[in-house]
């Protein structure tokens, strides 16, 4: 609505209760004697109106689960499990907001967030769902091409993968892999890469090289034979994925679901990597 239309409605108002509720001078508008007295009771009768609207539409939003997750964590992890969270919970519809940065669970209407981190979130409560190892994976394809990787020293002949988002940074990581593998002398300056742990999994898959990869990410890659795990070794993060929420939850019942179903999920991955 312009301002034009604003002061038609507010003029035929004024002409309707037969008093001007506001002062007019040519620089400013100012409510008047007779519009502050109203303006409490207008207020009070807004904020009832409110509530009124909040509450009816609760009820349809408890059937609606909007989580906030980052994309590759989406596209690797979390779309993989969708059918089987269907099948459990027909009654949910799901709304998923991928984005890199932390939610704003006020105001995007948030109902849970999915992080890898320390869980330390200042007026929110997180459950720690797995924890996350990283391990070097490469495409079948690549080791017909250029041989295999029996030794961790082999790596030398191998273009790295570097994912960028790795809490710590990634040429650590390799780093700290490589010196927990007792490989030597190999470069971690060099190399692709990505700010997106997805693209440096594509990528692997493409067969660019060798990607040091989120074992939680690759889960179904691996499965499927898209990837391999060349080496037993693992280096362990020191975060991990957390489900947080809001303290006081605007519908209770969607958020004991929503922990739940992280729980199930989480433990899910647990056993497979186990099993692995």
């Known amino acids: 609505m312009t301002p034009g239309a604003v002061s038609q409605q507010i003029r035929a108002l004024e002409e309707l209760l037969g008093a001007k509720l506001f002062d007019r001078t040519r620089r400013s508008v100012s409510l008047s004697d007779t519009g502050a007295r109203m303006l409490p009771d207008i207020q009070a009768g807004l904020e009832m109106l409110s509530r009124a609207v909040s509450s009816k539409t609760t009820s349809f939003g408890e059937r609606t689960l909007t989580i906030s997750v980052a994309p590759s964590f989406a596209s690797k992890w979390l779309l993989p499990r969708l059918p089987k969270f269907h099948e459990l919970h027909p009654d949910i519809d799901l709304r998923i907001s991928a984005t890199v ?102 990528a692997a898959i493409d067969g660019a090289g060798v990607v040091l990869g989120r074992i939680v990410l690759a889960e179904a890659d691996l499965a499927a034979g898209r990837l391999l795990r060349p080496f037993k070794t693992v280096l362990p993060l020191n975060v991990a994925a957390n489900g947080t929420g809001c303290g006081e939850h605007p519908s209770p019942a969607i958020g004991r679901r929503a922990t739940k179903i992280c729980h199930q999920a989480g433990v899910a991955s647990k056993r497979w990597r186990a099993a692995g």
């Open 101 to 202: 940065g932390l939610a704003d669970f006020q105001r995007e209407q948030v109902d849970l967030a999915i992080r890898l981190g320390h869980g330390n979130y200042p007026g929110l409560h997180a459950e720690p769902l797995f924890s996350e190892a990283l391990t070097p994976l490469c495409s079948p394809g690549l080791l017909k091409r250029k041989g295999a990787l029996r030794k961790p020293e082999h790596l030398r002949k191998y273009r790295l993968i570097h994912d960028t988002s790795i809490p710590g940074g990634e040429q650590d990581a390799w780093e700290r892999w490589l010196a927990l593998a007792g490989a030597k002398n190999i470069s971690t300056q060099r190399g692709t890469r990505f700010t997106l742990a997805e693209l440096a999994l594509q």
